[in-house]
């Protein structure tokens, strides 16, 4: 396993990662309240961990990821009242249009996407250990966590309890407290809501109880990685520190790693702004899911992104450019002769040192990028002057794949397909018995589906239009 060092969000420190269980990565990240179609910046967070996910995989480790789906909670109940539907069937529509998304964007599934309305029997057994452990009270069929209970509160957030004010889904939990920070471990229900029968009454979990119960149950009570938006650190992901060691009296999770907000042109996202963007409004502009990939990959997690058209645009530019490498290597190897055994070049391999050492550094995909480019520009330069073997160009194409294993922009090794290849010299043989009509005709035909060709003196050579 090649060394890495994350931004634990749980002491504001770069620290050398360190899995409990040698090689194998258990990994949490907060998926979407499904209640409505995620937008661009939640997106952007999700894409990030999955870049996180390759290149624990390219280091070398084993990687089980768990996302939960939150499919009860005040939104999704509110939803599916004003829709006139079932909680399951309301909630149903709006996780299938997030996995579409993520489709969309290449993003690699993870092992577990639990849903919080299939594991209320354990929910309800994590309040009982709470409950045990000297940390709930009840209010009226409702049981509170009692932060005063639980001393290391605020140690991920560093807020300050006299100072705090609620976040906006503390604020949301309608029922009587001791205290006002304290949050809900179960809620009593409301006439016409969800409910499930517990040893305190009919009713329903607290959003927070949700992510401790199902990661302690598929991940174990302690685990490597938990991640978000920073909006998650508090109170979410704060109470589900307090909540998961309060039950078990064990460390919770060593590394916490937390994505910044994107923006629009410098500014918040909203509606009432029109510059509130889901998938479909970006790629009904520009249809192209690798642009939108490189965009989000060009800022490092912990920077604010700023999304503008012009950026897009640039982005779709710089993919084009590592397709044409691409292509332009696989020409090259199988036009060059071998050269003399021994005279390989450096620079073939060059890519891979560069790349992750940049990626080992907090996973800084803008560092990694420009060692990418650097690299393509060199390697460009090498077979213009003819410097390559075709043994080098194989080696360099692999190195430029093994790094596109992280990034997800290019096209599959294989995507030109056999049928592409054929045409390409049905067409050659076209021309040489000077059948431009046929040449024109293939030619036009590939055009459609997307494949420009370039006649150049060293043969013909295509690329993605």
């Given at each position: 396993m090649r060394a890495l060092t994350l931004h634990n969000t749980l002491g504001r420190e770069l620290q050398s990662f360190e899995t409990l269980e040698p090689g194998h990565v258990r990994m949490y990240t907060c998926g979407p309240t499904i209640y409505n179609r995620v937008h661009i910046g939640n997106l952007r967070t999700f894409l990030w961990e999955d870049v996180m996910r390759r290149v624990l995989q390219r280091f070398g480790y084993r990687v089980t990821q768990v996302m939960n789906l939150t499919d009860v909670d005040d939104k999704t109940i509110r939803g599916a009242l004003e829709a006139g539907l079932a909680l399951r069937e309301f909630t149903e529509k709006h996780a299938a249009t997030f996995f579409e998304d993520l489709d969309r964007l290449g993003v690699e599934r993870a092992e577990h996407?639990?849903?919080?309305?299939?594991?209320?029997?354990?929910?309800?057994?994590?309040?009982?250990?709470?409950?045990?452990?000297g940390h709930t009270y009840e209010s009226d069929g409702s049981v509170w966590f009692r932060i005063a209970s639980f001393p290391g509160y605020g140690k991920l957030s560093g807020v300050d309890l006299s100072q705090a004010r609620q976040g906006s889904r503390v604020a949301e939990d309608e029922y009587g407290k001791d205290d006002p920070k304290d949050f809900a471990l179960w809620k009593a229900a409301k006439p016409g809501e969800p409910s499930w029968e517990s040893p305190y009454s009919t009713g329903r979990p607290g959003w927070h109880l949700e992510c401790s119960a199902m990661s302690m149950k598929l991940l174990g009570e302690s685990f490597d990685i938990h991640t978000g938006a920073v909006d998650n650190i508090f109170p979410h992901h704060e109470n589900e520190i307090a909540q998961s060691e309060g039950a078990t009296g064990k460390p919770f999770v060593r590394y916490w790693l937390h994505a910044e907000h994107l923006i629009v042109d410098g500014e918040k996202m909203s509606k009432s702004k029109g510059n509130f963007f889901l998938l479909p409004d970006v790629l009904a502009r520009r249809d192209d899911p690798a642009a939108i990939r490189y965009l989000f990959l060009s800022v490092p997690y912990r920077q604010k992104l700023n999304f503008t058209w012009d950026a897009l645009d640039a982005a779709a530019a710089a993919v084009q450019r590592l397709r044409n490498a691409a292509a332009n290597l696989a020409d090259y190897a199988r036009k060059r002769e071998e050269g003399p055994a021994g005279t390989a070049h450096p620079l073939a391999s060059r890519l891979e040192g560069d790349f992750d050492s940049a990626l080992s550094d907090d996973l800084n995909t803008a560092r990694a990028l420009g060692a990418l480019f650097d690299w393509v520009r060199d390697v460009n330069l090498a077979?213009?002057?003819?410097?390559?073997?075709?043994?080098?160009?194989?080696?360099?194409?692999?190195?430029?794949?093994?790094?596109?294993?992280?990034l997800g922009v290019l096209p599959p090794a294989e995507a030109i397909g056999a049928e592409i290849e054929a045409l390409i010299q049905e067409r050659l043989e076209a021309r040489r018995r000077k059948d431009f009509a046929r040449s024109d005709a293939i030619r036009a035909d590939l055009l459609a589906r997307g494949i420009v060709l370039e006649d150049t003196p060293a043969g013909t050579r295509w690329k993605k239009a």
């Open positions: 996407y639990p849903r919080a309305t299939d594991h209320v029997p354990e929910m309800i057994a994590l309040i009982e250990r709470l409950r045990a452990r077979m213009e002057r003819g410097e390559l073997s075709a043994g080098d160009a194989r080696v360099a194409l692999a190195a430029l794949r093994g790094a596109d294993r992280v």
